[in-house]
């Protein structure tokens, strides 16, 4: 059952500022801490940002200064701001609802179906 729908993915230009959306079902961004993650092609899975469900927020080096992870509880949404786009950002990049245990994310299998970004050079 899909219940995380991602947007705002697509060829962008080098430099560019495109915001990822990802709308949930049954109140899923409300109840769960969330996570951004990127796939490019060859590479692993990686995590670029998360916020728990109090509004922390913690990004990944490569991409600090650069992202910004926010969400809007009343609009079931969490969204992935990108900023100062290398041809490196290029990947699909997925919605995850999961959980903090500790001072880490760690993603359950509940994933969208994931947006590709592709940054023009």
């Known amino acids: 059952q899909v219940q995380l729908v991602e947007s705002g993915g697509g060829l962008v230009q080098a430099g560019g500022f495109p915001r990822l959306s990802c709308v949930a079902f049954?109140?899923?961004?409300?109840?769960?801490?969330m996570g951004w993650y990127r796939q490019a092609p060859g590479k692993q899975r990686e995590l670029v940002a998360s916020?728990?469900?109090?509004?922390?927020?913690k990004l990944a080096d490569s991409v600090k200064g650069r992202f910004t992870i926010s969400r809007d509880n009343d609009k079931n949404t969490v969204y992935l701001q990108m900023n100062s786009l290398p041809p490196e950002d290029t990947a699909v990049y997925y919605c995850?609802?999961?959980?903090?245990?500790?001072?880490?994310?760690?993603?359950?299998?509940?994933w969208g179906q994931g947006t590709q970004v592709t940054v023009s050079t």
């Open positions: 916020i728990t469900s109090g509004g922390y927020t």
């Open positions: 995850n609802a999961g959980n903090y245990r500790g001072r880490s994310y760690y993603p359950s299998n509940n």
């Open positions: 049954r109140s899923i961004v409300r109840r769960h801490d």
